[in-house]
C-alpha cells in the first residue's frame, strides 16, 4: 500500500524542496502542495528511521 510523506517549508520554497527531493529521494513522487505544504507519494510503506528529503523542509514526517 502506498503512503504519503509531507514536509513544510517557508512559503515561496516549494519549487525547490519538489528539486531536492526529486534528486536525493527519486521514489517519492510529488502529491500535493499548498503555500508552506508539500506531499509526496512513496510506493512503499515509509519507515519511521527513513531519511528527511530536504534540508530546506521545517518538519517532515509520514501522513
Same mark, same amino acid.
Do not use: N, Q
Given at each position: 500500500?502506498? !503512503?504519503f /510523506?509531507? %514536509?513544510?517549508?517557508?512559503?515561496?520554497? !516549494?519549487p @525547490?524542496?519538489?528539486? !531536492?527531493?526529486?534528486r536525493?529521494?527519486? !521514489?517519492?513522487?510529488? %502529491?500535493?502542495? =499548498?503555500?508552506?505544504?508539500?506531499?509526496?507519494?512513496? *510506493?512503499?510503506?515509509?519507515?519511521?528511521?527513513? *531519511?528527511?528529503?530536504? /534540508?530546506? @523542509?521545517? /518538519?517532515?514526517? =509520514?501522513?
Amino acid at each position: 500500500m502506498a !503512503e504519503f /510523506v509531507f %514536509a513544510t517549508c517557508l512559503p515561496g520554497f !516549494e519549487p @525547490a524542496v519538489k528539486r !531536492e527531493v526529486a534528486r536525493t529521494r527519486p !521514489e517519492l513522487r510529488f %502529491a500535493y502542495s =499548498r503555500p508552506g505544504l508539500i506531499t509526496f507519494k512513496s *510506493p512503499r510503506e515509509v519507515a519511521l528511521d527513513d *531519511p528527511p528529503g530536504s /534540508v530546506l @523542509a521545517r /518538519v517532515w514526517g =509520514r501522513s
